[in-house]
Structures are given as C-alpha cells and as structure tokens.
C-alpha cells in the first residue's frame, strides 16, 4: 500500500511563487508515475505534471509550460512541485497522485484532461489561492 501527504499550499498574490512537497509512504517501488493534479470548484480534476521517478523523466500540460517544475528526491521519498509566476487561474486544490504503470506521458499527450483514472493512489489535498 502507499500513502500520499501533500504540503505546502497556501495563498499567494498573482506572479507569486508557491512549492508544494509530497511525501511518498509505504511500497515505493511499486510507483512508475508521480503527477500533480488540481481540482477548481466546478471542474474536473486535471493533470498538470508528471514524472517518472526513475528516470526523472517529466511531462507537463501547456498551461503550466514554463512556470511549475515537477522533481524528485528518490532519497526522502518526495516529489514537488515549483510553482512561479502564479495566476488567479491557477487556484484550485492540488493533488498528488501515484500510479503503479509508467502513464506519465498521458499527462502532457491528453493535457491533462481524463487521467484521473490512471492513477491508483491520491494524497488528501492542499488548497492554493491565488488572488490579488
């Protein structure tokens, strides 16, 4: 079984920056995909960036090109995810995921949109807001 424990969320005014830290726990070597997903009011849960832990290997959708970086520390068990030059766009509830199949291209190749299933763990979720 693997757990997920996200931090680091928060509010944060537009062009801010934000870094949200998820504790893998449990049967790691079990986890060929980390993704980061965001679920707005309203909305479905999206992905927005992938990667693959042993490679390193990272995927992102085109709304986030350029500003979040996804990584990794295979030693502490944590993936991240940098989050610049924010916008009111970006608020929503953040996700962290495991999947047990390397699906980390569907992320970037589907942008983001139904990839929800392909994952098979989910962290409980940290709120970033946004707003001037």
């Known amino acids: 079984q693997v757990q997920l424990v996200e931090s680091g969320g928060g509010s944060v005014q537009p062009g801010g920056s934000l870094r949200l830290s998820c504790s893998v726990l449990?049967?790691?070597?079990?986890?060929?995909?980390m993704g980061w997903f965001r679920q707005a009011p309203g909305k479905e849960r999206e992905g927005v960036a992938g990667?693959?832990?042993?490679?390193?290997?990272?995927y992102y959708v085109d709304s986030v090109k350029g500003r979040f970086t996804i990584s990794r520390d295979n030693a502490k068990n944590t993936v991240y995810l940098q989050m610049d030059s924010l916008k009111p766009e970006d608020t929503a509830m953040y996700y962290c995921?495991?999947?047990?199949?390397?699906?980390?291209?569907?992320?970037?190749?589907?942008?983001?949109?139904?990839?929800?299933?392909?994952?098979?763990?989910w962290g409980q979720g940290t709120q970033v807001t946004v707003s001037a």
């Open positions: 449990g049967y790691t070597n079990s986890i060929n995909c």
């Open positions: 995921a495991a999947a047990r199949p390397n699906v980390c291209a569907h992320i970037a190749a589907m942008n983001g949109n139904h990839v929800r299933p392909f994952f098979d763990y």
């Open positions: 990667i693959v832990p042993g490679s390193g290997s990272t």
